[in-house]
């Protein structure tokens, strides 16, 4: 019997082979607190094996993991650490950071090309390395920010013209996206903007102008580019919408009309076109009626529809549900709105005998909505729902009372029970008992509650549900 270390000490001591020794130290470390010489013991034994295999492409991993795990449980972190590392670095440097050994962490994420040698490069201070990675992983904003703070501005002004010019970083290609976000999300617009001039970027120039909150430049190189939309677009930013911009856009529109003309005219430019003009002093009841047949060439509904709402058009935008088929998206926007007989109209047709309900209970049609609650529960007692089925009766039976409907509230509170109870005896043949149970109660049968209750306690006890 084992009643202390010295026992295990003894115990392990007894096996003859060194491999049967660590074995041991693993097996008894698991409920035993193993004297700590024999673990580091084990784990030398399991790391020579792991050293020892040979085989190529089939080398066990076992061994090593397991004298790590040995090493962590004595808090031998180090130790840890480097067997980890012969594996998986990224798990070994994710253990160097949770006990702070952020040198070790920098150097085994780096090792494992992991981005996260980033972070810790930036908390241990190594600038240089920081810069370097931030490069290599693409986070070209953090790099240039890193040489401005350290007030390197020739070198982040290079490092910015270099992706610019050549369009390469670390072998990848660098977009036009990629230079705009530079640029915004650093110091370096104007001289973004000097870049582009000296080298006749319009677009690029005008979509930085954009992004930096500039667009009157944005507006006049977009339209240098032959982007008229996006030039017409920057321009109604301009002085809040003024007749003399306004008239600005109608302008770029009426050019990118005609660019269109000498190419390919398409319903989808036309409709865009068309979006941008149904704008302030632009609006018109033909421009959105364009707008509206061209959703529907388009058989984009769900978008006009979006698109009408957020212009107030309701009968347009309900007009795109419906011929999209989409009537409960129809009948939520109608009820966002407080539009009841058109809430009323979608739900018939969509069959929510629920809904136009509680639509005719509010309009003081009493009986009209009681015949509706019960085809609703005709409905759901078909499918077999009687849960639900129930609560609407209950539903009723507080509607009655308010109307001083003693007969017919009791009718349909012992419709209520009579649903629990089909519920109840529905869950029974699944063998759900305490959901049984609950349906039992709600029906006020307490017999079959505690049948049920009981049931259920025996099945938690013995494991059985």
């Known amino acids: 019997m084992i009643q202390n270390q010295k026992d295990l000490g003894n115990l392990i001591n007894k096996l003859s082979t060194p491999l049967g020794r660590a074995r041991a130290v693993v097996h008894l470390s698991q409920q035993y607190t193993v004297p700590e010489e024999h673990v580091r013991e084990a784990i030398a034994i399991l790391e020579k094996v792991y050293e020892e295999d040979d085989r190529p492409g089939h080398k066990n991993d076992e061994p090593i993991k397991t004298a790590a795990g040995l090493a962590r449980k004595i808090l031998w972190i180090e130790k840890t650490i480097d067997l980890t590392a012969k594996t998986d670095k990224t798990k070994a440097a994710e253990i160097a950071v949770e006990f702070s050994f952020n040198e070790r962490a920098f150097e085994l994420y780096n090792e494992a090309g992991d981005y996260r040698a980033i972070r810790v490069a930036h908390e241990l201070g190594l600038n240089d390395e920081y810069i370097e990675l931030c490069t290599k992983h693409q986070k070209f904003s953090d790099a240039v920010n890193k040489h401005l703070e350290l007030k390197q501005e020739t070198e982040a002004k290079e490092l910015f013209k270099q992706l610019f010019i050549d369009k390469k970083g670390h072998g990848r290609f660098v977009t036009n996206t990629m230079l705009i976000t530079i640029a915004k999300e650093t110091d370096l617009q104007e001289y973004a903007i000097e870049l582009c001039e000296e080298n006749n970027k319009f677009e690029l120039l005008a979509e930085i102008a954009a992004e930096t909150e500039r667009p009157k430049l944005a507006s006049e190189n977009f339209e240098k580019a032959g982007k008229f939309m996006k030039a017409a677009g920057q321009a109604l ?64 509904f769900e978008e006009g529809a979006n ?113 629990f109870l089909k519920e109840a005896e529905k869950d029974e043949q699944g063998g759900h008992w305490e959901s049984a149970a609950k349906m039992a109660e709600k029906a006020g049968n307490t017999e079959r509650t505690a049948i049920y209750r009981e049931l259920e306690n025996i099945a938690r006890a013995y494991h059985t549900l």
Request: hydrophobic share 35%; aromatic share 10%; proline share 1%.
């Open 237 to 300: 930013l301009l002085s809040n919408y003024s007749a003399y911009y306004i008239g600005v856009a109608r302008e770029l529109y009426f050019k990118e009309i005609e660019r269109l003309k000498k190419e390919s005219w398409t319903l989808k430019e036309q409709l865009e076109v068309l979006k941008m003009i149904d704008v302030g002093a632009g609006k018109s009841n033909d421009v959105s009626e364009k707008i509206f047949d061209a959703y529907v060439k388009l058989k984009k």
């Open 307 to 419: 698109y009408f709402e957020s212009q107030k058009d309701l009968p347009r935008a309900l007009s795109l549900f419906e011929k999209g088929d989409k009537l409960v998206d129809a009948r939520n926007l109608a009820k966002e709105h407080g539009l009841t007989d058109k809430v009323e109209e979608y739900a018939k047709k969509l069959g929510s005998h629920e809904e136009i309900a509680q639509i005719e209970n509010t309009k003081g049609n009493f009986e009209s909505a009681i015949s509706s609650y019960r085809k609703q529960i005709e409905e759901y007692v078909v499918k077999e729902h009687y849960d639900r089925a129930a609560d609407i009766a209950l539903k009723v039976v507080q509607i009655c009372k308010e109307k001083d409907a003693s007969g017919l509230s009791e009718e349909f509170r012992l419709m209520s029970k009579d649903l």
